[in-house]
């Protein structure tokens, strides 16, 4: 605590060390100017401060002093949270010490998700734990939210490419993981690009791809065949054989775009538009090493391709 004599009382408080010492040097070093500089008439004697310390060290610095006397009532407080130990070595090993019985004590994330303390995210999640927990092949906010811009957003223009407030995007991201009931067509989701966002984050945050990494070389080495047929019928055995989860939400969300670009007049948003939106979304290799320009490119060429040629990669697949 630091009292001048004109009434004003500064305590200062905090975790971080070096803070501390700083204030403590700065403090130190403007005491020490005012007793070397006793003609200086913008200094007063030491009897300015009333500095009182304990355990800990409650330092201000670069403080203004007000050399006015001023009413009890005007007196400023400044509070922070900060405590400094006189002895920082017995003080790290104190809380070190503390910090271990809290860790070894503590519930696994194994527990807390057996007593439903901690529940799993849909964001961020694998889409086979999603789908498995939802008793589906297709997560449920995917159907909403293709739902939602079918209704209303496929003729807005740059649909999916334009960006929604990130911040009402991580607000319905919230309310989302948190199992809330969720109504898309509420006014505060009015904004279609925040559910157009919101999806593609969905996507983007998936713990494994839509395309799975064990598929990404495959799709890549399909993606460079010359002929077409070859590429089509490749594509489609690729997509075949992925696993339920992904193969039906990767349909429905194609099947949803081709519906985007039937409205490319006026949403302005073709099959090449959409590849580059969506193509790092959906698919990208496990471990990039220097060859993500390239891998970019086949991404996006994929993605097009395969809304160039959905009907075929998808028609006829119970045969």
Not at 95 to 124: A, H, N, W, Y
Not at 143 to 159: M, P, S, T
Request: aromatic share 8%.
């Amino acid at each position: 605590m630091i009292t001048t004599v004109s009434g004003n009382e500064f305590l200062l408080q905090s975790d971080i060390d070096f803070l501390i010492l700083d204030w403590f040097q700065a403090i130190k070093n403007a005491i020490d100017r005012l007793i070397c500089e006793p003609k200086n008439p913008s200094c007063r004697s030491l009897e300015l401060f009333n500095l009182k310390s304990s355990s800990s060290s409650e330092l201000l610095s670069h403080c203004h002093i007000d050399r006015k006397e001023q009413k009890p009532e005007h007196r400023k407080s400044f509070m922070f949270r900060l405590h400094h130990s006189a002895s920082d070595t017995s003080d790290k090993n104190r809380v070190k010490s503390r910090l271990k019985k809290f860790i070894s004590r503590r519930p696994s994330l194994k527990t807390l998700q057996e007593k439903g303390i901690i529940k799993d995210q849909i964001f961020g999640s694998h889409l086979h734990t999603v789908c498995e927990r939802e008793h589906s092949t297709v997560p449920w906010f995917v159907k909403q939210c293709i739902e939602a811009v079918e209704k209303r957003g496929l003729d807005v223009d740059g649909i999916y490419r334009v960006s929604g407030n990130l911040a009402t995007i991580q607000k319905l991201r919230f309310v989302v993981n948190q199992e809330e009931k969720l109504n898309l067509d509420d006014s505060q989701w009015e904004d279609i690009h925040v559910v157009t966002g919101a999806l593609k984050m969905f996507f983007r945050e998936l713990s494994e791809p839509l395309f799975p990494y064990s598929f990404f070389e495959r799709f890549v080495e399909a993606i460079k065949k010359q002929d077409s047929n070859a590429k089509i019928e490749t594509m489609k055995s690729l997509v075949k054989s992925l696993p339920p989860p992904n193969h039906d939400t990767m349909k429905i969300l194609f099947g949803h775009l081709i519906k985007i670009v039937a409205k490319a007049s006026q949403n302005l948003m073709s099959t090449q538009s959409l590849g580059i939106v969506f193509g790092p979304t959906l698919l990208r290799a496990e471990n990039e090493s220097g060859n993500v320009a390239v891998h970019m490119v086949y991404q996006n060429q994929i993605v097009e391709f395969m809304l160039t040629e959905y009907d075929k990669i998808f028609s006829s697949e119970e045969d």
